[in-house]
């Protein structure tokens, strides 16, 4: 059937392989904005704001170079900011779904064509992306975000109540009354991106509160939008001080909905606030929340070793192990272990390591000295610990960029805080178990952390994999078989968790997009009644 919308398709991943012109494009890129230092101010109304007080954004694998002064949009900004949302929002929500999609579909063109190096080359830069993991998040990711959400916000609009003689029913998916507040972690381009466009593309005004660390890009997508024909003052690009910025945001009476994504601890704290000032608002903000993960890879005897140890290797290590999805704890059966240890460190020895513009690394630098503090703070304290065994990686390296090898730890203690702490980086937890103990292991596995994100379970016996579908069933909200816990696709793997995880609205689907409106029933009735006796009356 044909469809009277854009029906989405994936956006192939470029390989970047020798030779090939996506590779030569990037280069050049990367080789343009190394040497510049870009002055990133607010974006309020599409006017620039140049705040008094500024950051240097720098490169996490070589911090000496500074790519970008941020300008921190003060209090006063920030009040126009919200300002500016409220007032654009009233023209942007009387335009249609279509000409509101045509923007972003426009966006989504010009990032997969000329913009597509521009923006993949500064979050290599700025977040320590290789091309490839650069690829995946900044090209592809958002761009599905931009041509998935279009579709969805179509399948929302189609879906319509019934109606019966003399009665015609109507299902008005109206935007959120007042502003939504979007704050954006750094670790991915796209899901930064996507936490402001979805709202924007419902009918909704956004005020934009980017990682200071991911400035780069994200300033750069911003810019993009606003080529791509996005009017002024739908999406306002904000910034600063988290906290002064959400004091302000989040006590605002026209505050309409929260769509963060990061840390379990600063979703809190926004809850909180929120729950502190409830009877300020207008309406009762929509709190979307995607927040921290302790992922697992479970592996039953019956497993494929090799599948296994390459499952383990990438999903623990692309992009340092900063992704909420990374495996963190693995569980393996003591029968597989030798087989698979032997393999998982003589693959990790192999991983070459440093400044992403040399192609042959496969990983960076996390993200900053506070980042590398903590990661290093965990692999130090097991190192002097009898319960834990450091079997590969381990030395972190600062001098030139904040680099910390992938390590593998063998924990003694199932319930170790190795295996109950999101750590966020390029560490992997092992515990193994006797194989006998497969039925308690499942319980470990769901009772051990707080978080419920991502796991996948390795297995080729159909039974065990049965079984631990439905021991795990809310341990995980992306549950994956015999794959690794990583890299969900727009369209294919809706993506999100429960339980310390967040409040799983999936990103990219229309579930999420449903949190943005406020649909409004509509009841026409034909030949209204003219008289109020009821039938059953008559005598
Ligand atoms: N579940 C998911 O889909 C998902 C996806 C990506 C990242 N994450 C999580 O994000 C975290 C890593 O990202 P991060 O380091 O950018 O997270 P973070 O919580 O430190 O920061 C996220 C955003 O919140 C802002 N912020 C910090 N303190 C704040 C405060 N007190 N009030 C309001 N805003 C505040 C930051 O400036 C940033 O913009 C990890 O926990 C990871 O698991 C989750
Ligand atoms: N959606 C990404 C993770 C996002 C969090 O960092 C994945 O599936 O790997």
Redesign the pocket.
Known sequence: MNKTYPVAANEPVLNYAPGSPERESLRNELAAQKNVCREIPAVVNGERVFGATATAVRAPHEHDRVLANLYHADQKTVQAAVDGALAAQREWSSWSLQERSAVFLKAADLLAGPWRARLNAATMLGQSKTAYQAEIDSACELIDFLRFNVQFAHEIAQMQPQNSAGVRNRSEYRPLEGFVYA??????TA?GGNLAIAPALMGNSVLW??????ALSNYMFMELLEAAGLPKGVINFVPGD??E??NIALSHPELAGVH????????D??WSEVGRNVARYRSYPRLVG????KDFVLAHPSADAEALAVGLLRGAFEYQG????AASRAYIPASLWPVVKARLVAMVDTIKMGDVCDFSNFMGAV?DRR?FDRIRGYIYRAREDANADVLVGGKCEDRTGYFIEPTVIEVKDPRHALMQN?I?GPVLSVYVYQDAEWDEVLKLVDGTSPYA?TGAVFATERAAILQAQQALRFAAGNFYINDKPTGAVVGQQP???ARR??TNDK?GSALNLLRWVSPRTVKETSAPPTDYAYPYMGQ
């Open positions: 704050v954006t972690p750094f670790n991915f899901i509160k980017p990682a200071a660390t991911a988290a906290i910025i959400s963060f994504t990061g840390s379990t601890a600063v979703f704290t926004m995607e927040t921290g993960g900063q992704k909420c999805s993200i980042a999101e966020f994100l993506f999100g968790g995880s967040g990103a």
